[in-house]
């Protein structure tokens, strides 16, 4: 079966970025800006996303345009005989199906919400209606699933179509409108009144915060998000490589998506923070700032109604793009191991995704006494720890190994897939930190997600 292409190279890096771009982006990284120092929190990400998320991201590209296969069967192809990498096949296909098992159903909130701020159901509520609300939702499994099915069943009919008219089209108008959006809720934030002490809050370097907090609180927290933002270690990447050609360097294309995901970002605390700060709100990490913080200023806010409509639409976008990219990536699994057509893989896999996102769900009602990190927390947590603590960190930790050494793929391999065509090359000189330096660093992120845990 002749493997499908990308239509363009705009079309590969806006969905590579798509897959980037999370909700982490608006609900996580804004808020530990702020507690971690601001401006100066912001560049010392920067330096990290660019040290260790860029090479792990040029070189799942390369394992996958150079076996232009999945993770299902891509180190099964570079692996020299006899070797044992392929085994890892069913841990990166474990990580994509985990993601999917609790994201879909945060993006069937994100669809909700956007009704509910549409059809003006905040409307007069006061801050403990609008956080009633949300504890009513979770109250509501039938709601909830109603709302993942349409948006599991909206994104697979979306890969369905291919990936040139389906994935690819659609993608790129979702991205292009997820970008322009936030760009003008970001203006409108920032002309609020009040707003000027939210834009220092986030933007002037705060020094004094940073030693309150502790240097080295504020560099595990730059690392910690610079390494979890771009979804490396599970060939959710790696699948986009498979379906483009030699003509750029691997290096070149990484850079752009991990620009985009930045920018996203950043203009996210843009729109939160200015707007926090105006309306006398403290901006809360996770959930309650999506679901509580938010349409509460939005309800503060001249035009509130449309405003937020427009934003919970974005997040729609974001929540969406990383599920399609994700579903592509699953029915390749499934094409590349039985040779399936791709409208039998989205079937089959439509069915399993709907069945496995039910614990989750039913996490927060029927099963809230399943708490197996400690008290509170919910079947979500569990699943997002498996994959974020766990199959991101030791996935890119094998990505690393396999490209650099000579038991793998190999160095000199990954260099010359990862500078075929034009472009920025990945540099000769980086060997010495890739092989030796870079996969400790990734193992102190894995042990140090253990430890936060067990020191809470």
């Known amino acids: 079966m002749k493997r499908e292409k990308f239509g363009s190279r705009l079309g590969f890096i806006l969905i590579s970025a798509g897959c980037a771009i999370g909700l982490g982006n608006v609900w996580r990284f804004p808020y530990i800006t702020g507690a971690y120092g601001g401006a100066t929190f ?41 070797t044992k990498w392929h085994w890892y096949k069913y841990g990166a296909m474990a990580g ?58 909206a994104c697979f009919a979306i890969c369905n179509l291919g990936l040139q008219k389906g994935v690819e089209n659609i993608t790129k108008v979702m991205m292009g409108l997820l970008l322009a959006l936030m760009i003008i809720l970001a203006v409108r934030s920032i002309a609020l009144p009040g707003a000027e002490e939210g834009l220092k809050f ?107 409509a427009l934003f919970f639409l974005c997040m729609v976008f974001a929540a969406t793009s990383t599920i399609i990219a994700v579903f592509e990536n699953i029915i390749s699994f499934a ?5 399936c057509s791709r409208q039998k893989a989205v079937i089959c896999n439509l069915i399993a995704i709907i069945v496995l996102s039910f614990p989750c769900l039913l996490g927060f009602n029927v099963l809230s006494g399943v708490q197996l990190l400690g008290e509170n927390s919910t079947i979500l947590d569990v699943e997002d720890f498996l994959v974020s603590n766990n199959l991101l960190p030791l996935g890119s930790l094998i990505y690393l190994l396999f490209c650099t050494s000579r038991y793998g793929w190999g160095w000199k391999n990954f260099l010359k897939e990862a500078n075929s065509g034009v472009g920025v090359k990945f540099p000769k000189w980086a060997r010495v930190y890739v092989s030796y330096i870079l996969p400790f660093i990734v ?12 020191h809470k």
């Open 202 to 308: 986030y933007l002037l370097p705060n020094l004094g915060k940073i030693q309150d907090v502790g240097v080295k609180e504020v560099v595990f927290a730059a690392m910690g998000q610079a390494f979890f933002t771009l979804s490396l270690g599970i060939g959710a990447i790696a699948i986009f490589g498979s379906y483009i050609d030699k003509s750029r360097s691997l290096t070149g294309e990484a850079i752009f998506v991990t620009i985009l995901d930045t920018c996203v970002a950043l203009i996210a605390g843009l729109i939160i923070f200015p707007a926090s700060f105006a309306f006398g709100v403290n901006p809360d990490s996770g959930p309650n700032l999506i679901f509580i913080t938010l349409p509460n200023i939005f309800n503060a806010m001249s035009g509130g109604r449309i405003w937020g």
């Open 42 to 82: 912001v560049l010392i990400y920067l330096f990290f996303l660019f040290v260790l998320g860029l090479p792990i991201m040029v070189m799942e590209f390369s394992v996958g345009r150079a076996s232009q296969k999945s993770a299902a069967l891509s180190f099964d192809k570079l692996e020299p005989k006899g």
């Open 335 to 339: 094409m590349d191991l039985t040779a």
């Open 96 to 153: 994509n199906y985990l993601l999917m098992m609790f994201y879909t159903t945060i993006g069937g909130w994100m669809f909700l919400y956007f009704v509910k701020m549409l059809t003006g159901k905040f409307e007069g509520l006061d801050a403990e209606g609008v956080a009633g609300e949300f504890g009513e939702l979770m109250g509501r499994p039938v709601l909830m699933a109603v709302c993942m099915i349409i948006v599991v069943t």
């Open 443 to 454: 193992l102190f992120i894995f042990v140090q997600g253990y430890w936060a845990l067990f």
